[in-house]
Nanobody, 121 residues
Framework: VQLQASGGGLVQAGGSLRLSCVVS????????MGWFRQAPGKEREFVAE????????YYLDSVKGRFTISRDNARNTGYLQMNSLKPEDTAVYYC???????????????WGQGTQVTVSS
């Protein structure tokens, strides 16, 4: 299974970016998909996730109302639309697929390589 994330870049505060994640080697339409981020010197944190059908979505509180997660199962692709970006959104963003419950917690099985998002003030 491979995940290829793209769409990162440098943007001014208040700007927008759309991240994409193409999944291959797995039945994408049957799995949850998520986005995570890791800022320099900080631990990786959950940003958003979407159910296999796209009906259910979940967000980190600080991105609610600004970020939108979506998916196109026909294209095996997930998206993260990021609007009203802030400098504190600067991080490497990772996509992940296939959430499973194990040892009392949910974990994603497959991860992309990450794409850098830098928001200047």
């Amino acid at each position: 299974v491979q995940l290829q994330a793209s769409g990162g870049g440098l943007v001014q505060a208040g700007g927008s970016l759309r991240l994409s994640c193409v999944v291959s080697g797995r039945t994408f339409s049957s799995v949850y998909m998520g986005w995570f981020r890791q800022a320099p010197g900080k631990e990786r944190e959950f940003v958003a996730e979407i159910s296999w059908s796209g009906v259910s979505t979940y967000y980190l509180d600080s991105v609610k109302g600004r970020f939108t997660i979506s998916r196109d199962n026909a294209r095996n692709t997930g998206y993260l639309q990021m609007n009203s970006l802030k400098p504190e959104d600067t991080a490497v963003y990772y996509c992940a697929a296939d959430r499973r419950y194990s040892s009392g917690r949910y974990e994603y099985q497959y991860w992309g390589q990450g794409t850098q998002v830098t928001v200047s003030s």
